[in-house]
């Protein structure tokens, strides 16, 4: 399914939409409340999308990542605060007014049409013209490679292509933004992985503003500009996923976006831009504070498993450890061992076929560098 664009040899339309300038909307969401009975859903929450970005709304169950895709999309009312589109306001505006693309977690297409008419049916409602129509519908078949299956029912069509059929219905009347509400959820991890791809390159060829909801944390970082990681109807932290993953903000961020380590510390001094650190059972270790201020006394610090080294008891500086669980994943190989002072400490590595999988119980030396660590405020 994404073999074309993987190769280089995307469609002509897509191609052609390659040299098309951003032209999404500004959406400005300013402290912004949702609340039912006394539960406050979202508090007073403020957040600024550029034109032409991708940002996807990440948190768990209950975080308000929905009901603040809703309150974009008009589904919701505003009860604090406002929702501004290229500077004007929208309470007040229907959403079938407001000019929105919406791709919903179940499709949503309608059972008795084909995929041509599906992906026809906004432009029938705008009114726009059975040639306009039929063209525009032609150019997003042949970018979504639906050519084949235009005569097609839903029914017919695999989860995959029917996903493609309700992001094509999105995008067909060229809205300058489009709004994802867990699409790809339902879809096994071979199609989801396929689709993400096709997402980003319909991203970077169409240009329009993106707002993606999402609780899975490996779609946000593969597909965003930027993330706002909600928790309680507040953004915790917004950011490139980069500074996400390597530079989270709190404890909640550091567990919730990618695997963690979080090593409880004592900071033993401070020199410049690197702390040394003593964890339980007096091992010690530098990190990097990455011009950060840190003061001495407990904290915690983030090492990522692709960033603890399995090494030899003997080599220099290795923490002993004792190996209490090792998978082969095929790529990785997932290692899990306890320290002296009983935490446990999870590694990841890329599969070598020189190194053995070590067995429960062995001993064994983990290492990691100043750089790989990150001090939790």
Known sequence: MIGAIQSGAAPAALSKANATTRIGSRIDVQAVTRQFGKVVVLDKLSLSIEPGEFLTLLGPSGSGKTTLLAMIAGYQQVDGGQICVDGKPVQGVPTHKRGFGMVFQNYALFPHMTVAQNVAFPLRMAGVDRKSSESRVKEVLEILRLNEHAQKLPTQLSGGQQQRVAIGRAIVTRPKVVLMDEPLSALDRRLRESTLVEIRELHRALGMTVIFVT???????????????????????????????????????????GESNLLDVNVLSVNGDAAMVEMGGGYQFPVSLKSRTVNPGPAIVLVRPERVRLVPVSAPGAVRATVVDAVFLGELLRVDVRLQNGSILQSRSMDCAKFAKPNIGDEIGVQWDAVDCWVLE
């Open 215 to 257: 609780h899975d944390q490996a779609e946000a970082l593969a597909l965003s500009d930027r993330i706002a990681v909600l928790d309680g109807g507040r953004i915790v932290q917004l950011g490139t996923p980069s500074q996400l993953y390597r530079e989270p903000a709190n404890r909640f961020v550091a567990g919730f976006v």
